[in-house]
């Protein structure tokens, strides 16, 4: 009989306090991992949440710097200089009014901030209240020409003829300015063009494309869980006419407020910063050397371990305390309108 016994004392399986405590160092292991896990995803989220904001923010900013960069450039003039063609039509579809005008050379730059009803500048009705509207006007630098200048171009017999051909002809769906060091006229490719044969419209003259381009922050529909953007409002072709059409461009745009770098001397650098709201005259807009960016951005989506307790100050705004669960990312830039130093300091 003692074999049978010291059998079964060998097979005997785990006691009650041994089962417990392997329950609680598995359990302890796998808390462990959840917790690696669960950090690792916080952390994934941040870092794809925070690459996002940067990612919106530089290309938001690289639009809008490279329209202010061509400020005052209007081909071989300036905008004091500019007239409409006879044939241009006025009536464009959904135009802006004032200065912010499609057509209206008084200035190539004008801001406006949107009221409490969310307008602004007659042709806006969807942006976000207390945020600025930025209006550029300039051309395209990309010359269209009757070919090489001078004597007749023996490869193409059209060249030189008074016909813009070169690098292509003009598109009936654009608008273009033609220039010379003396005067430019903007005008429909549909229309007859301006001539620029000897004692013709714009003698010589060469085309540019026309660009007009509005930025603001359009608020999101009613209803809807997008977050505001950057939209731009541009001069182009909607299949039966010219006319200004809304783009959306960056998403998570949530304020956006400028400053104006004014020249009041003449000598083409700043003298003075101020918002739209000093700036009451196309003669202060032309003096205008330098704009300061300044651009919040928002996360898409709201992260509930996240609480936004920063303050943010935009231009000379009050500071924006959001206290809400939504990462957000603020930039500024400084960019130098040249052109219009140039235009500033040779007189034109």
């Not at 690696?36 to 994934?44: E, N, P, Q």
């Not at 905008?79 to 135009?95: E, Q, Y």
Request: one cysteine or more; glycine letters at 8%.
């Amino acid at each position: 009989m003692m074999p049978a016994l010291t059998a079964r004392k060998h097979h005997r399986g785990y006691s009650l306090v041994e089962l417990m405590i392997g329950m609680l160092l598995g359990i302890m292991l796998i808390a462990g991992a959840v917790s690696v896990y669960l950090a690792s995803k916080r952390s994934f989220v941040e870092v794809e949440q925070v690459a996002a904001l940067s990612e919106n923010a530089r290309f938001a900013e690289q639009l809008i710097v490279d329209s202010l960069r061509h400020v005052g450039f209007l081909g071989e003039t300036t905008a004091g200089r500019v007239d409409r063609a006879p044939d241009l039509n006025l009536a464009v579809v959904g135009d802006c009014s004032g200065l912010a005008g499609v057509y209206d050379f008084a200035t190539d730059i004008f801001a406006d901030v949107v009221d409490a009803s969310n307008n602004a500048i007659g042709c806006i009705d969807d942006g976000v209240i207390g945020t600025d509207v930025l209006v550029i006007k300039h051309a395209v630098p990309q010359a269209y020409t009757d070919g090489p200048r001078g004597a007749k171009d023996p490869n193409n017999p059209t060249h030189n003829d008074g016909t813009i051909d070169s690098p292509t002809a003009l598109s009936a769906q654009r608008t273009y300015i033609m220039t010379n060091n003396i005067r430019g006229l903007v005008f429909d490719g549909a229309d007859p063009h301006p001539t620029i044969v000897t004692g013709g419209d714009v003698p010589d003259g060469v085309a540019w494309e026309y660009r007009f381009e509005v930025y603001y922050v359009r608020r999101p529909v009613a209803g809807s869980n997008r977050p505001p953007r950057l939209a731009r409002k541009v001069l182009a072709w909607d299949g039966a006419a010219m006319a200004v059409l809304t783009e959306d461009v960056v998403e998570g745009v949530e304020r956006l407020r400028f400053l104006f770098g004014v020249d009041t001397d003449g000598n083409g650098e700043v003298d003075t910063y101020e918002n739209e709201s000093g700036l009451s005259s196309a003669a202060d807009w032309a003096n205008v050397v330098s704009v300061e960016l300044f651009m919040l951005l928002r996360g898409a989506e709201p992260d509930a371990q996240y609480t936004d307790t920063k303050s943010y100050v935009l231009a000379n705004d009050p500071p924006y305390v959001p206290n809400d669960n939504v990462r957000r990312l603020l930039t500024q830039t400084s960019i130098s309108l040249r052109n219009i130093k140039l235009i500033i300091r040779g007189g034109a």
